[in-house]
């Protein structure tokens, strides 16, 4: 092992990953652009955007120079009774960008605890409205929210990575996944379990909540914007608030701005993340309606919720300079072209055994195989090609920055097909 992983696998635990049998891991020392310098020198092509947030790539000279000024002012104030310039003008980006019916922006640490604020939102709303007996969420199955305690209970409680403490969460309402994939028509009956769920809970049920047209970590899976639309329409009727998580998707990933977009429909509370700070630092934020926000506050209180570091005014000036570098280029060409070369580059994918299914949608590709990997053996072929890309369970995927040249994609695509055809295609009995 080098100086830095040794030093690593001594005291520090990673995500999702075990002490007892780590993971491999390899050790940064810098990164610019679209490339990942290894400690043994070695520059790997960032396929993951660090999470589906750098969609700048690194050291981007317009974001640097934004937490350069702000740092110079001050790093931080409580949020608590003083206000600051990065966080007002977020705000007001925000609410330019998004529909014109979202007015409020609270802002959170992470993505995890935006879905948090949501919750909390939708249940004191009708604790506001006189109908505290209103407190459960309706989703679907195959969703994944978030790691934190209400968040988990609305990831899929089944195929989510939440079993373990499925008895400490609070239980909502599930019914099973959509459907229709994206690009496939709605069937008569596709909606008849939400049909059947209204019906049996309404009076319990606060609001629903989903990812719009992508489920992202439940299973990288695109459905169809139809399916979406009747969604909202039956929940509307049943007088429930909406609230979408476009943490993983908003900004542009799916070649809209927001996946919502898709759709055409409007939730009543939004949460956003990830891409916000083009992958710089830690922020997230929770959009409402006016009517929610006057909801949640109607007997006179507050609403209950105030993170240490809310609108930390560093996050929120880089924040405020992401956003606005998106809206300046050329971003819809930019995905367009994702696409094309995603969709052009994973397809020789698709007649490798061991492989269930090939899709594409905007800055999102995925290989998605028929049976578990050997996931040690993947990552370190994919390595070994020159691309970071970050497999789990059955799905190997890519969430490239926007910035990423055709011969980025071409290296991240072959060393994908490449790493599945030495591992899984070469191996039937390991994906079966």
Same mark, same amino acid.
Do not use: H
């Given at each position: 092992m080098t100086g830095l992983v040794a030093r690593d696998r001594e005291h520090v635990w990673h995500p999702y990953a075990s002490v007892v049998s780590p993971a491999p891991l390899w050790g940064v020392v810098d990164a610019h652009g679209t490339r990942l310098t290894?400690?043994? =020198?070695?520059?790997?092509? !960032?396929? $993951?955007?660090?999470?589906?947030?750098a969609i700048h790539g690194y050291r981007h000279p317009v974001l640097d120079r934004a937490l350069h000024e702000q740092v110079d002012t001050f790093s931080h104030v409580m949020f608590g009774g003083l206000t600051h310039e990065p966080a007002v003008a977020l705000a007001e980006l925000l609410v330019a960008v998004t529909p014109q019916e979202l007015t409020r922006v609270f802002f959170a640490d992470s993505g995890s605890v935006a879905v948090e604020v949501?919750?909390?939102?939708?249940?004191?709303?009708?604790?506001?409205?006189?109908? &505290? !007996?209103?407190?459960? $969420?309706?989703t679907v199955r195959g969703g994944y929210h978030g790691d934190t305690a209400g968040a988990m209970s609305v990831c899929d409680p089944v195929t989510g990575m939440h079993g373990l403490f499925r008895e400490y969460v609070a239980e909502q309402v599930f019914v099973e996944r959509p459907r229709p994939a994206y690009g496939e028509p709605l069937l008569d009956g596709d909606l008849d379990q939400v049909r059947a769920a209204l019906a049996e809970h309404r009076d319990r049920l606060a609001a629903v909540i989903v990812e719009p047209v992508v489920q992202g970590a439940g299973g990288m899976r695109f459905y169809s914007p139809d399916y979406l639309r009747e969604l909202v329409q039956l929940c509307r009727e049943a007088g429930l608030l909406v609230v979408f998580d476009e943490i993983a998707t908003g900004f542009g990933r799916t070649g809209t701005l927001f996946a919502m977009e898709h759709a055409g429909v409007v939730p009543d509370v939004l949460c956003v993340g990830k891409a916000l700070t083009g992958g710089t630092m830690t922020l997230a934020a929770t959009l409402c309606t006016t009517e929610v926000a006057e909801g949640v506050c109607a007997t006179g209180g507050g609403f209950m919720h105030g993170p240490t570091? $809310?609108?930390? &005014?560093?996050?929120c000036a880089v924040a405020a300079a992401s956003v606005q570098l998106?809206?300046?280029g050329d971003w819809p060409s930019d995905l367009a072209r994702l696409e094309r070369r995603l969709l052009a580059g994973l397809a020789p994918a698709r007649?490798? &055994?061991?492989?269930?299914?090939?899709?594409?949608? =905007?800055?999102? =590709?995925?290989v998605e195989l028929a049976g578990p990997p050997d996931a040690a053996r993947l990552q370190e072929a994919l390595v070994a090609r020159g691309a970071w890309v970050r497999p789990f369970g059955r799905l190997v995927y890519t969430m490239p920055p926007y910035i990423s040249s055709d011969e980025d994609l071409r290296t991240v695509t072959s060393a994908i097909v490449g790493a599945v055809a030495e591992t899984v295609a070469a191996q039937p009995a390991a994906a079966g």
């Open positions: 290894l400690e043994d =020198g070695r520059e790997l092509v !960032d396929g $993951m955007s660090s999470w589906w947030a949501a919750v909390k939102m939708c249940l004191q709303y009708w604790q506001g409205r006189g109908r &505290p !007996d209103r407190n459960r $969420m309706l570091f $809310m609108a930390n &005014p560093l996050a998106l809206l300046d007649t490798l &055994p061991g492989v269930a299914d090939v899709r594409v949608l =905007g800055g999102i =590709g995925v």
